[in-house]
């Protein structure tokens, strides 16, 4: 006889779910053991992001540090008002997540599907935008390996009129501010689009009403890595976008 | 035999259990209303750092990006990730995670700094 059965023989229906809901595996002792461990779990899988991300963002530090007016330049290129625009639909989206969280807590099914919706159609208005941004870079010969051109750094910008143009051997190092930028936003928008995609096969979940009947770990956890990719960008925005904008 | 295994599989959900207890951290329910708060922060943290962006500060305008950068992930750490009413165990996950990273980013630096590659 498994404890299951036990229970079902000395305790009253309600007292069995709470005691043994079903999705409760039978490796664990209890729920909140699960949750924790699946947490947990989550947890050391970002760690391990960061760690990747850390990567680039060293690279980025090294660079930036040894080519300095090639990456000012190269900055100068971004269009600050779509940078902000992008942080401002992640921390929103960031928002909505966590509201998409709470409703699987107190068990509302269409306030979370409603939520987990805003949340994708923000995700998707980041990936938007940044493609706009990236379709602009290729217009300008700002692509490393496909069409880069020195030319627009040979010469002043008329938007910098106190910047000087640059040597052609520094002219030459926004390539590598470019590769970087299109690495770390590269691999954070891939990041972006896995997750409207789990996001999108939770809704499909959720709507089925698999997340408001106090099974939320998928919910949390998924939220755990939303945050991460805003977090991510937090730190992105920043360093690609905003360096000596002052002039 | 049967009262045996009635005492053998006892497991309901009970905040003082024996040895074998997982965790001590109550299931809290973040209320919508600090969510909202916290989300305002960040959006006004977001203005904040593309305005000073133009104020000219020197070698601080790169310090003073990355230290408001910093406060707006650790809100969404403690706040959105729950961090804040998490247990040890989450709390010291994070924690060392932090500190590895650190630990990546400054041992790579003081590797570049400390070769004469004629950068520096």
Redesign the interface.
């Known amino acids: ?1 498994d ?1 299951h059965t ?2 079902a023989q ?1 305790a009253e229906p309600a007292q069995i779910e ?3 809901p079903p999705f409760l595996r039978h490796h664990f ?5 699960q ?2 461990a699946a ?2 779990g989550m ?2 899988f ?2 391990t992001e ?2 990747f991300f ?2 680039l ?2 690279a980025y ?2 660079f930036r ?2 080519y300095y007016p090639a990456f000012v330049a190269g900055s100068h290129t971004l269009h ?1 008002w779509a940078g ?1 625009l992008n ?2 639909l992640l ?2 989206s ?2 909505t ?3 998409a969280v ?1 409703a699987a ?2 068990r509302h099914r269409v306030p979370l599907m409603r939520w987990m919706i805003v949340t994708i159609i923000l995700g998707v208005g980041f990936l938007c935008v940044k493609g706009y941004e990236w379709h602009d870079e290729w217009v300008h010969h700002h692509v490393p390996g496909l069409n880069f051109s020195i030319e627009e750094f040979t010469h002043v910008n008329p938007a910098y009129p106190g910047d000087k143009p640059l040597a052609p051997d520094m002219a030459e190092k926004t390539q590598l501010y470019y590769s970087l930028y299109f690495a770390m936003t590269g691999m954070h928008a891939l990041h972006m689009v896995i997750g409207v995609c789990l996001l999108t096969i939770l809704l499909i979940r959720a709507q089925a009403g698999a997340y408001t009947n106090g099974h939320i770990a998928p919910v949390e956890n998924f ?2 890595y939303w ?2 990719v ?2 991510i960008w ?2 992105l ?3 690609l976008y ?5 002039q | 035999m049967e009262q045996h295994q009635q005492e053998h599989h006892h497991h309901l959900p009970h905040p003082e259990m024996g040895p074998s207890e997982p965790t001590h951290t109550p299931f809290r329910i973040v209320s919508p209303k600090t969510y909202l708060i916290i989300a305002c922060c960040l959006l006004f943290l977001t203005a904040s750092t593309t305005a000073i962006s133009y104020v000219e500060l020197g070698v601080f305008n790169a310090v003073v990006a990355i230290a408001i950068a910093c406060l707006k992930a650790s809100l969404v750490v403690l706040f959105f990730m729950h961090i804040k009413y998490s247990s040890k165990l989450t709390k010291l996950t994070v924690c060392s995670g932090i500190f590895t990273f650190l630990v990546l980013i400054t041992m790579t630096m003081t590797d570049y700094i400390s070769r004469a590659w004629g950068r520096w």
């Open positions: 006889m404890s036990i229970a000395t709470l005691e043994h002792e209890n729920l909140a053991q949750r924790e947490t947990f947890w050391v970002l760690l960061i760690m850390g990567g963002f060293c530090l090294v540090n040894w600050i902000t942080t401002t921390i929103i960031s928002f997540m966590a509201m709470h807590e107190v939220g755990l945050h991460f805003d977090i937090i730190f925005f920043p360093l905003l360096i000596s904008r002052h």
